[in-house]
């Protein structure tokens, strides 16, 4: 009698897990998304070259991923980098559905992102409030940056909706802790009407 009850709870647990990943995946995503987000064109003003390395800091469900990696080609790579280990098993699974061998997850510390090698490009999305002392993570992250390596960074300038009030972050504070880390600021796209998305180059 204890196993069968042990199977289904151990059943119910792993759809609990897997309905968790969908949920935190709406919330990241929401509805008609790619509306606003416009990530074909966000991609596009990043001007990658087939073959380059690039790091989706907070990939999150990989809304940004799976672009990147089809931007960079079979012949470059993309590290999907996250605290959540859920959300990484779920890229992992889309990424072999879609046949794009050149992504792969990383598991993130919140103070280091733990890239397997440099990159030409950091990129994150929505990520930059969750970064705690955000000066020091970013000084340290040059360590993972090629020579002529990008931090590019899009982020909410006002809070996304009512249940989500701290997802956001001034362009004058990005810009000034991203100076105080080492870098300038190369680049300012105004094409996304609620997110700044700014690149940097180390100083
Ligand atoms: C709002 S979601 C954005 C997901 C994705 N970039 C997008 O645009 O859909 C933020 C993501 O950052 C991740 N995250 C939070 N702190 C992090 C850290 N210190 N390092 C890496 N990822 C982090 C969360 O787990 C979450 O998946």
Redesign the pocket.
């Given at each position: 009698m204890r196993r069968p009850v042990a199977a289904v709870a151990l059943l119910s647990l792993a759809s609990l897990a897997v309905a968790c990943t969908q949920l935190k995946r709406c919330a990241?995503?929401g509805w008609g998304r790619d509306e606003w987000q416009q990530p074909e064109r966000v991609v596009g003003a990043l001007g990658l070259e087939p073959g380059a390395r690039v790091a989706?800091?907070?990939?999150?469900?990989g809304?940004?991923t799976f672009r990147l990696a089809r931007a960079v080609g079979p012949t470059g790579r993309v590290y999907a980098?996250?605290?959540?280990e859920d959300?990484n098993a779920y890229v992992r699974e889309r990424a072999e559905e879609e046949g794009l061998t050149n992504v792969e997850t990383v598991l993130?510390e919140?103070a280091d992102?733990k890239l397997p090698e440099a990159v030409d490009l950091v990129f994150t999305?929505?990520?930059y409030h969750?970064?705690e002392d955000r000066t020091p993570y970013f000084a340290g992250l040059k360590r993972y940056l090629r020579p002529k390596g990008r931090v590019a960074i899009i982020e909410f300038a006002e809070a996304p909706s009512w249940y989500l009030p701290d997802?956001a972050t001034s362009g004058e504070t990005i810009r000034s802790e991203m100076e105080a880390a080492g870098y300038r600021l190369v680049q300012a796209h105004d094409f996304l009407a609620r997110q700044h998305f700014l690149v940097f180059a180390v100083d």
């Open positions: 990241y995503e989706d800091l907070g990939s999150g469900g809304y940004f980098a996250d605290v959540d959300l993130a919140y992102p999305c929505d990520t969750h970064l997802h």
